[in-house]
């Protein structure tokens, strides 16, 4: 008896442990509380960031984040663009290399959206941030982030496409800096062999 008892009583009890339970409406559909998030809508930081996980990479200049979700969008980098293969293939190369490591860990990407962008549109220009990591440890830097754009640019992978894209005088004086700091440097596309 002992034995039937076990057999029976302790699968069920473990199978009840992980059940939810929840309102439902008349139509036996679930309803939603205060803690429910609309997974439907992209959501934003208190820095007007949304947040994202890219899912493809499409060299030089454009990455989909949230794949096969109602929030996917293409994003395409603001200010900035490459060149296609055929006219920098070892620039080009380096581009998917450094897209590879950096941008596709299934780590959380903010993206800031060019001012006055429709973010229910699917294709969005904007600034892509990922959170800065210590060279050494590896270790993310606590509320520390590094802008795809400008990093991309510092490699001389991407160059200016119209600096004025950037709301923010200071970032667009930062990215004509690191750009003319990469033409003087000849890396990526500035190098002999682009």
């Known amino acids: 008896m002992?034995?039937?008892f076990l057999v029976l009583f302790v699968p069920a009890a473990l199978l009840m442990v992980g059940c939810v339970t929840y309102e439902v409406n008349e139509k036996g559909e679930r309803l939603k509380t205060e803690d429910d998030q609309d997974l439907t809508k992209l959501v934003f930081d208190s820095n007007g960031r949304f947040l994202a996980v890219a899912t493809r990479l499409i060299p030089p200049h454009t990455l989909i984040v949230n794949g096969g979700k109602p929030t996917e969008r293409e994003i395409?980098?603001?200010g900035v663009?490459?060149?296609?293969?055929?006219?920098?293939p070892?620039?080009?190369a380096r581009c998917q290399?450094?897209?590879?490591?950096f941008l596709s860990r299934g780590e959380t990407?903010?993206?800031k959206p060019q001012e006055g962008a429709d973010?229910?549109?699917?294709v969005i220009y904007g600034e892509v941030y990922m959170e800065a990591v210590d060279p050494k440890t590896g270790e993310p830097l606590v509320d520390q982030y590094v802008m795809v754009n400008?990093?991309?640019?510092?490699?001389?992978?991407?160059k200016l496409r119209d600096v004025r894209e950037f709301g923010n005088p200071q970032i667009q004086r930062r990215m004509r800096e690191v750009e003319d700091e990469a033409r003087r440097e000849k890396k990526g596309l500035w190098s002999d062999k682009p």
């Open 119 to 122: 973010t229910e549109q699917r």
């Open 150 to 158: 400008m990093a991309m640019l510092s490699q001389g992978l991407v």
């Open 2 to 4: 002992r034995r039937w």
């Open 76 to 78: 395409r980098l603001l």
């Open 81 to 88: 663009e490459g060149l296609p293969e055929r006219a920098a």
């Open 97 to 101: 290399e450094w897209m590879a490591k």
């Open 109 to 111: 990407l903010y993206i």
């Open 90 to 92: 070892n620039t080009y």
